[in-house]
């Protein structure tokens, strides 16, 4: 699914978006009536923190999913993607519901994946799939190309209601004049490596913006689930062996419901 010259251009950029690849018709309008039901039955979780709607009332915050999304994590054509970047061994960390309603006050501040998540070593890609026109009038994801070649960088603690994040960059360490929007087209799919600077700001527009973040590591990386200074608890976080098999003893698969039964 993606080219040599793509694969070329995630691993020097940190990020591609893929050429060839659309969903069609058909599929994006049953993913579409999946985010309306997400949306619709948990209407006391913020929309920007829906976790795991692949899961039905999955951990952390028992969000009540959709089928159409558990379908979603497991189509081919996203594995042949995350594979081509990852390999062949993959285990799906988690998804993440991102959707912001017209002239919502809520943004995403700049920061690194990696400092958040309990990935040893940090390897790990995100396939977002725009679920709307995404464009940067309604807050498309901005992302500083070649910055996942960095460490691993500090991030700072905030408490700000209107950022969906408790840290930040300290925007010293951001080449803001680098910055670029990942523009989609409702159906198109981005790809992004954990280290990559990115954040994004609040949709001013009258539109709204969604897109379902699918998380996925080599299985040669560990999650680490006694995390020190974790933002939040992975103790409990379900994760799914997906493509090929698992190539770390530390990782754990006996946690969660993955889909049976819908």
């Known amino acids: 699914m993606l080219s040599k010259s793509e694969i070329k251009a995630y691993h020097q950029n940190g990020y591609v978006v893929p050429k060839g690849f659309r969903f069609e018709k058909n599929e994006l309008a049953k993913l579409q009536t999946g985010l309306s039901a997400v949306l619709s039955k948990n209407p006391t979780i913020m929309p ?4 795991n709607p692949h899961l039905n009332k ?4 028992l969000v009540e999913g959709d089928p159409v999304f558990h379908w979603l994590v497991h189509d081919p054509r996203i594995l042949r993607i995350a594979e081509s970047v990852m390999g062949p061994n993959l285990i799906l960390l988690f998804t993440h519901l ?3 309603p017209a002239a919502s006050s809520r943004s995403v501040p700049w920061h690194q994946d990696g400092p958040f998540w309990p990935v040893e070593p940090m390897k790990s890609c995100t396939i977002w799939v725009a679920l709307d026109d995404v464009d940067e009038a309604n807050g498309a994801m901005k992302v500083i190309p070649g910055s996942h070649k960095k460490d691993a960088l ?3 603690l905030v408490e700000n209601k209107n ?6 960059l300290p925007i010293e360490n951001v080449d803001q004049k680098s910055a670029r929007y990942i523009e989609l087209k409702a159906g198109q799919v981005s790809v992004h490596d954990i280290g990559i600077i990115h954040g994004s700001a609040a949709n001013s527009s009258g539109r709204r913006r969604a897109g379902l973040a699918l998380r996925y590591m080599p299985s040669t990386s560990c999650m680490n689930r006694i995390m020190p200074n974790a933002s939040a608890s992975w103790e409990d976080m379900p994760m799914e062996l997906v493509s090929g098999k698992n190539l770390n003893k530390g990782n754990d698969f006996s946690l969660g419901d993955f889909g049976v039964g819908w």
């Open 163 to 168: 950022l969906t994040l408790n840290r930040e």
């Open 154 to 156: 500090k991030h700072n």
């Open 98 to 100: 991102f959707c912001k």
């Open 48 to 51: 920007d923190r829906l976790m």
């Open 58 to 61: 999955g951990k952390p915050y």
